[in-house]
């Protein structure tokens, strides 16, 4: 159960939390081998499909354990790497990943999230941690956001504490009167109540939860977390 009088702050998660992200990033996806198509062919023909371009991103992401708190370093190696491995140039990459990460930041909202985000940040300050590379002011939030704490920047993930420590530092106060709001079990509700906040988890997918410590409020969306902080229109 939330302790409301305790809420000085609230952290947001984005991907899947204020958006679906699987869809965009299929989008970001094929943009990008559209444009090897036009600008490195040879490695459009060897990667014939962004799905396989997925997995040379998947395979990375395991080869580079030093990148896995930076999507957008091992998003922009894996394209290095394929742009190589077929004989185009690999300084391609940077104007590549150009390409994908503008269509990265084309998101779709659920329908919840801004009408929920206008209200927490009308009575709270709001910080958002990610884990991935989506950038407030690229999505159209920056206004919003006392703050954005990125795990690339900090230079470790979500579960670690050492993060949500970051982002409560961030809008001045202690990591207990945060309250931290994501759809991730382990690395948003786990991971903020480690690090002493209250966690929020955003369950719409409503899934059975599986651990032995609880989320201090489960919603299905984030109309329901307005509903429960008693905030109305």
């Known amino acids: 159960m939330l302790n409301l009088n305790q809420i000085k702050a609230v952290s947001l998660d984005l991907d899947d939390t204020l958006w679906p992200i699987w869809p965009t990033i299929d989008r970001a996806e094929k943009v990008l081998h559209e444009w090897l198509v036009t600008n490195a062919p040879a490695t459009a023909a060897m990667y014939a499909s962004p799905r396989a371009l997925r997995e ?110 970051v982002a409560a530092e961030a809008v001045g106060v202690q990591p207990h009167e945060v309250l931290h709001v994501g759809d991730d079990m382990v690395m948003d509700v786990l991971g903020a109540r480690s690090a002493g906040m209250q966690a929020v988890w955003v369950n719409r997918g409503q899934a059975a939860w599986p651990h ?22």
């Open 56 to 165: 040379v991103r998947d395979a990375m992401e395991v080869q580079r354990p030093d990148l896995a708190h930076d999507m957008t370093a091992l998003r922009r190696e894996s394209i290095r790497v394929a742009l190589s491995s077929a004989g185009d140039d690999p300084s391609l990459a940077g104007p590549a990943f150009d390409v994908f990460i503008a269509e990265r930041h084309n998101v779709s909202f659920f329908p919840d999230a801004l009408p929920a985000v206008e209200f927490l940040a009308a009575r709270y300050p709001l910080v958002s941690i990610t884990n991935g590379n989506a950038d407030l002011a690229r999505v159209g939030l920056a206004p919003y956001f006392v703050a954005g704490i990125a795990a690339l920047k900090v230079g470790v993930s979500k579960p670690d504490v050492r993060i949500f420590q």
């Open 212 to 233: 032995p410590e609880q989320p201090h409020l489960e919603v299905t969306d984030l109309s329901g977390l307005v509903d429960a902080l008693g905030l109305t229109a």
